[in-house]
Nanobody
Framework: QVQLVESGGGLVQAGDSLRLSCAAS????????MAWFRQGPGKEREFVAA????????YYADSMKGRFTISRDNAKNTVYLQVNGLKPEDTAAYYC?????????????????WGRGTLVTVSS
């Protein structure tokens, strides 16, 4: 049984930084592309970032470039999302995902496994 468990969310102030973590089990983690998505209040789920199996290649949504950094530690079966300079519009549930295929082609429809999400609330 595959499990993706996110952690690290919370209530923060604008300008703060957070590192979200996603611990994976039940799959051969080092063979999977991993990704982060987010869904804000009243919004559709959107792609944030993806990383290939080795961590050598990363991809970001255009609007996420610069403040978001995805990384992974295959020895710990964990993927991370560092977010700097948080803004109120970053308020969302952040979801870890294990998609099929290549990191550069990640979309919600390509995701095989989802985590339950971790909530990030940014106050102004």
């Amino acid at each position: 049984q595959v499990q993706l468990v996110e952690s690290g969310g919370g209530l923060v102030q604008a300008g703060d930084s957070l590192r979200l973590s996603c611990a994976a089990s039940g799959l051969t983690f080092s063979q999977w592309t991993m990704a982060w998505f987010r869904q804000g209040p009243g919004k559709e789920r959107e792609f944030v970032a993806a990383i290939n199996w080795s961590g050598s290649s990363t991809y970001y949504a255009d609007s996420m470039k610069g403040r978001f950094t995805i990384s992974r530690d295959n020895a710990k079966n964990t993927v991370y999302l560092q977010v700097n300079g948080l803004k109120p519009e970053d308020t969302a549930a952040y979801y870890c995902a294990a998609p099929r295929g290549l990191a550069q082609n990640v979309a919600p429809s390509s995701v095989s496994y989802w985590g339950r999400g971790t909530l990030v609330t940014v106050s102004s």
